[in-house]
């Protein structure tokens, strides 16, 4: 068993040396001992006198003089006087111990120490008081040797006695702590280089402190902890399961599990290694004793469900089937491939987590970065259906393929609850969605299919499961009080009917970096939920730990997959991951016996009582041997009389879907049910209805009535989802009769879903839109109705007064409701960004002259934005003079100006030139310059570059990258020693030679230097830098350097800790510990590019050169991200776009840099939280 604090990276041990530090006395008073005599917590008398050592950590100590710089000269030890204490400096990380000071009292308000070392909190000074034994202030270092000052306010002590505890239990990197001259202090003293406790790494949460790692399966089942009365039996274990990347339970109960060997890049055709097991416990002790191999020879499998007389298997690019008719455990013939299409650019993102739906389709998940455009075998682009992150479904009979609901990020996990309701959890962004058919919603990266969308429905999640306000991966490995980390894997509604009643149809979901299961609790609100926290259900405490996914089984118990890796995240290297393990374990409560089942000998009328059970998982498992027996009139009877008779909802949605998926709902009986007085019956007859045909006009008829008139928020739900499956034209009497619901305003999911349903019919029919718009009560939809609107009419004459745009400016006019001017206004704001001009509708100046007399700042401002876009002379001279007006208030100066930068006003180059001075104006000018190809412009940036910030200094040389002759002032600057090599970064570098001129690149080469060729051998490149970094022992680097390095060179696109540019992946949450994995996604960044990220470059028809990443395009605008900000540029100017193979990042990064500070880079990369940058 691998306890992780016996894990090390042993340090050569030193001996001391005579290398003195000039002895410096630091302000404060001494602490004293009984007999008034000062005591000696500064070591100055060169021994532990006044002190208690406690293992092997304090041998020989302490130390003399600056024994850091003599083994590393990129360090001091920052100590006072002439000695200190440096747990690391006679024997290395590995030895462990504490050191006590004798008691003393408490005589001033404030006390000082020097402290540094390592943040793991295993290695801490502790104030402790005397008396109670209660540590009252702990810190640990910052993984750096130079001893800094840390100031503590003890006022409420004063009198007491307390005593230092100097403790080193740690014996990884960084194992060590390093201690010096605690004083005390009258006032509060301002130290030099003081550690401030509101910005420390100490104050974040301690780092988790995980049990254990590498376990064997009989161990990792032991190890776990478990609520009372539960028990964690070990069903199977490698070497007898590998790999296990998904599982399915089939009608008796036996476990089918996909073991992925393929992964993580998909094998040559004919040369896939995964398989399908089949485990059975045929003596119920909760061990499998029969094992199958089912099939082999599968390539890149991720998904698997039983049922309809065979397996569904996810193997991208395939969905397939495996029949096995006769149920013999052995397949029929080769897998029948019944959609291709689906994509595994990203292999850990492909179909997923298969599962059987309420309404007899099969569910699957589907990631982010992986681009699938999915149909049958040899359809055309025309007949298939794109899907790149969000739920899936495929009907087993119908063969209908479609995507339930997009968006999300990576989900690997989906499950209904009793209400039928669908639920995912997700990764990095927040980790809980209800999903609702036709919903769009958040996304971790690109953009929704449909550019109309606008806006998407977020996480019902109250809370998340790390730790702080930074965002997702600022926790991690800092979250245990939280829920242990943001990565997901795994839902499970727990609808069985073992466990204890507290759980049931409560979320659990596995935490990657947590190593435990999370459990979250709906609560029901509006039309739908919020996810409330709910207390951790199990901890495996093993950092090696995967739970992939988690189903319960006929008994109630519940079974888990644990891919089981040292390795946390995907790794692109086939070598980068454990090979040889791989886990099932067993959840048991009081002792649950397995009892054996077989549904498929049950007749039809015990199926159709089985919809009465508690155990959910003999509910669907009968309803589904029931769809696949078809149904029959006596099926249907017993099922309409569950829903006519049976008191309990839950139960006639269940009698429900099972007669649906039997072809037993008629239309006449649906209508019945539409009146009853369940919201849950009425909102899901409206789901079944319209998924099968387009409805009929007696339903849309009642359709609309209902709309009007139910009072649910859920059954109003139904009716927008169903309206995005029934014909535009036919849409407009129930879209009329939602939007007028004002109190849905607030809703979490009712305005998103009504837009989504009134989009394609504004869009038809835009002079109907703006009818719409009129009586529309949602301040959003009617935004997104007005930016509709405009789109929609673009080919119409903008100056007919009968145009939609047209018709939009005389409901402004007439309209004197503040709120609804803001959502037309801001609704015609954006549909007119990328767009330098456009002609004035009829009857704007009338409404320009109205509402600029508004008593509401916002709408003077749109107006005259929207005039100017139109025009408007007026307007023109209006915004020239507030840009140029000191005495304004900045807002109105920059608003003013990012106006007049949208339409590229011809009198604005002289303008920026001078604002240039201007420090509240200057970073808007500078980038500002960059739209112009004005021969003052260098010249005048350049002027003002010695004095500039460093982030206008990126600024500067950004535009002065762009174009050609701003370009050749920069290198002659360059060369000149104006603008020094260091400023000018990688990226820099490439868009200067993305300018496509041989003589700048010549010019280039000489001032700057050449970026590596591609050509060269990535493999020895990263076998190089391994080697620098390991040379630096066991604490390689300093990790404020590297953030210092890091803020100039990857800062401007990556995010880290929450601070950084999104331009590139955020790189907190990524396997950064790792150091093959970074150092081969620094060196060779063009091996695995998700297309979100891939580089392209833009030209326009004035020569301007941007590189970036195309966000977002249509016939209007291209949006393009660079590492300084977002642009939109107006289609029409724009010469081309080319997108490359290459990523944003560029080759050759870490050779402009020495060796220590490539060892500081890295170092700072793999650490689990931010440190402070050196002092200056």
């Known amino acids: 068993m691998k306890r992780l604090s016996s894990w090390m990276m042993c340090g050569a041990v030193l001996c001391a040396t005579s290398f003195l530090s000039k002895a410096v006395d630091r302000p404060g008073l001494p602490a004293v001992g009984n007999e008034g005599k000062a005591l000696n917590l500064g070591f100055e008398d060169g021994t532990l006198k006044d002190w208690k050592a406690d293992g092997s950590a304090f041998d020989r100590q302490p130390m003399r003089g600056n024994t850091v710089t003599t083994r590393r000269a990129d360090m001091e030890s920052g100590h006072s006087g002439d000695y200190w204490v440096g747990t690391y400096e006679r024997g290395g990380d590995e030895l462990q111990g504490t050191l006590t000071s004798v008691p003393f009292k408490v005589t001033q308000p404030f006390a000082s120490f020097l402290v540094s070392g390592g943040m793991n909190p295993a290695t801490r000074v502790e104030l402790v008081r005397a008396d109670t034994q209660k540590v009252f202030f702990k810190i640990s270092g910052t993984d750096s040797e130079t001893l800094r000052p840390v100031v503590v306010e003890v006022k409420e002590h004063i009198g007491q006695s307390i005593f230092i505890r100097v403790v080193d239990q740690h014996s990884g990197p960084w194992g060590h702590i390093n201690f010096d001259d605690f004083k005390f202090h009258k006032v509060q003293p301002v130290l030099a280089n003081e550690i401030k406790l509101g910005k420390s790494p100490a104050a974040m949460p301690e780092v988790d402190a995980v049990m254990f790692a590498g376990l064997s399966p009989e161990e990792a089942a032991s190890s776990a902890t478990v609520p009372p009365g539960f028990k964690m039996h070990l069903f199977a274990g490698e070497p007898d399961v590998k790999q296990p990347i998904a599982f399915a339970l089939d009608h ?86 019944l959609l291709d299409g689906f994509a595994y650019q990203d292999t850990h993102e492909t179909l997923n987590t298969f599962t059987w739906g309420p309404d007899g389709w099969l569910y699957g998940c589907h990631g982010v970065f992986t681009h699938s455009n999915v149909g049958r075998p040899g359809s055309s682009d025309k007949e298939r259906t794109r899907i790149n992150a969000g739920v899936f479904r495929y009907h087993p009979t119908q063969h209908k393929f479609e995507v339930f609901a997009e968006g999300t990020s990576n989900p690997w996990g989906v499950d209904f609850d009793e209400y039928g309701q669908c639920l995912i959890e997700a990764c990095v962004i927040p980790h809980f969605y209800h999903m609702i058919h036709g919903g769009r919603y958040e996304r971790q990266a690109g953009q929704h299919f449909n550019p109309n969308i606008y806006d998407d429905i977020k996480t019902i999640a109250d809370h998340r499961h790390y730790a702080g306000d930074k965002g997702p991966h600022a926790g991690n490995g800092r979250s245990d009080t939280m ?33 435990r299961l999370n459990m979250d609790v709906l609560e029901a609100k509006g039309s739908g939920y919020v996810g409330k926290h ?50 099932i374990f067993k959840l048991v409560y009081n002792q649950t016996k397995s009892l054996p089942v077989d549904l498929q000998k049950k007749t039809d009328a015990e199926l159709v009582t089985l919809q009465l059970h508690r155990n959910e998982w003999l509910v669907r498992h009968a309803r589904r041997v029931l769809q696949e027996r078809g149904g029959n009139a006596a099926v249907h009877a017993g099922l309409r009389k569950i829903i006519d008779s049976n008191s309990d909802v839950t139960r006639q949605l269940r009698a429900l879907w099972a007669l649906h998926g039997t072809a037993g709902l008629t239309e006449e009986y649906a209508q019945k049910l539409l009146q009853r007085p369940q919201p849950y019956v009425r909102a899901w007859t409206l789901q079944l209805l319209a998924q099968d045909k387009p409805l009929s006009e007696a339903v849309l008829a009642q359709c609309a009535a209902m709309a009007k008139q139910d009072s649910s928020p859920i059954v109003r739900l139904y ?115 990328g767009q330098r001009s456009v002609a004035m509708p009829e009857g704007w100046i009338i409404v320009e002259e109205k509402l600029l007399t508004s008593s509401n700042a916002e709408v003077r401002t749109r107006v005259q934005a929207l005039s100017l876009t139109f025009g408007s002379l007026r307007a023109l001279a209006s915004l020239r003079k507030i840009v140029s007006d000191v005495s304004a208030l900045v807002e109105t100066r920059r608003s003013a100006l990012e106006s007049l930068l949208a339409v590229k006003d ?17 970073v808007p000018a500078l980038r500002g310059l960059a739209n112009y190809d004005d021969p003052k412009s260098a010249t005048a940036i350049l002027a003002v570059y010695p004095s500039l910030a460093v982030g206008e200094k990126r600024d500067a040389l950004a535009t002065l990258a762009s174009r050609l002759n701003y370009a050749r002032p920069l290198l002659l600057a360059l060369t000149q020693g104006q603008v020094t090599k260091g400023d000018l970064t990688a990226d820099l570098v490439r868009q200067l030679r993305n300018l496509k001129n041989n003589e700048l690149s010549k010019q ?57 540019g999104q ?114």
């Open 483 to 515: 829920g242990g980390g943001h990565a997901h894997a795994g839902l499970m509604m727990y609808l069985g009917d073992s466990w204890p009643a507290e759980y049931r149809n409560k979320a659990f979901m596995n935490n990657i970096h947590g190593q």
């Open 1063 to 1176: 331009v590139g992946p955020n790189l907190t949450g990524s396997n950064r510990g790792d150091l093959p994995y970074i150092l081969q996604n620094i060196v060779d960044p063009n091996a695995v590019i998700p297309n979100d990220y891939r580089t392209s470059t833009l030209e326009t028809k004035d020569d301007r050169v941007i590189t970036g990443i195309v966000k977002q395009q249509d016939e209007k605008s291209v949006t393009i991200l660079t590492p300084t900000e977002s642009l939109v540029i107006p289609r029409n100017e724009v010469k081309s776009v080319v997108l490359s193979e290459i990523s944003m990042m560029p080759e050759g990064l870490l050779t402009q840099f020495k060796e220590q500070e490539v060892r500081d880079l890295l170092y700072y990369l793999s650490r689990p939280a931010q440190v402070p940058l050196p002092k200056e």
């Open 252 to 337: 008796r109960g036996r476990m089918w599990v996909a073991e992925a060997y393929t992964y993580p890049r998909r094998a040559p055709e004919g040369q896939g290694k995964d398989r399908i097991l089949i485990f059975e416990d045929t003596t119920g002790d909760g061990k499998f004793d029969k094992r199958t191999v089912f099939i082999e020879g599968l390539n890149l499998v991720s998904g698997l469900e039983v049922g309809f007389g065979g397996v569904w298997v996810g193997a991208a690019p395939y969905l397939m089937f495996i029949a096995d008719k006769d149920g013999d455990d052995k397949p029929d013939g080769a897998p029948q491939i």
């Open 534 to 583: 709910g207390p951790d259900f199990v901890n495996f405490n093993d950092r090696w730990s995967q739970v992939l996914n988690m189903q319960y089984d006929q008994n109630g118990s519940v079974y888990m997959i644990d891919w089981y890796d040292k390795n946390q995240c995907h790794h692109n290297d086939p070598n980068g991951h454990d090979r040889d393990n791989g886990r």
């Open 1004 to 1060: 280039l080469d000489q001032a700057w230097g050449t970026m590596r060729d591609s050509t060269v051998d990535q493999k020895a490149e990263i076998e190089k830098y391994t080697k620098v970094y390991l040379a630096g022992g066991s604490q390689p680097g300093d990790a404020s350097r590297g953030r210092l390095l890091f803020s100039k060179t990857c800062q401007q696109c990556h995010v880290l800790f929450e601070t950084g």
């Open 906 to 922: 011809p009198e604005l180059p002289p303008v920026l030139q001078t604002l240039l001075k201007d420090a509240s104006m200057r």
């Open 719 to 833: 009716l927008a989802s169903a309206m995005q499956r029934t014909p535009p034209e036919k849409r407009w009497p129930v879209l009329k009769a939602l939007l007028a619901h004002a109190e849905d305003t607030e809703d979490h999911n009712l305005p998103f879903l009504y837009w989504y349903a009134a989009e394609a019919s504004v869009a038809e029919d835009p002079t109907q839109g703006v009818k719409l718009l009129a009586e529309t009560k949602i301040p959003r939809v009617r935004e997104f109705i007005t930016r509709r609107v405009v789109g929609a009419g673009r080919n119409v004459a903008a100056t007919n007064p009968t145009e939609p745009v047209a018709q939009i400016v005389a409901l402004l006019g007439k309209s004197s409701d503040i709120p609804f001017q803001l959502d037309v206004l801001r609704g015609l704001t954006e549909a007119m960004k």
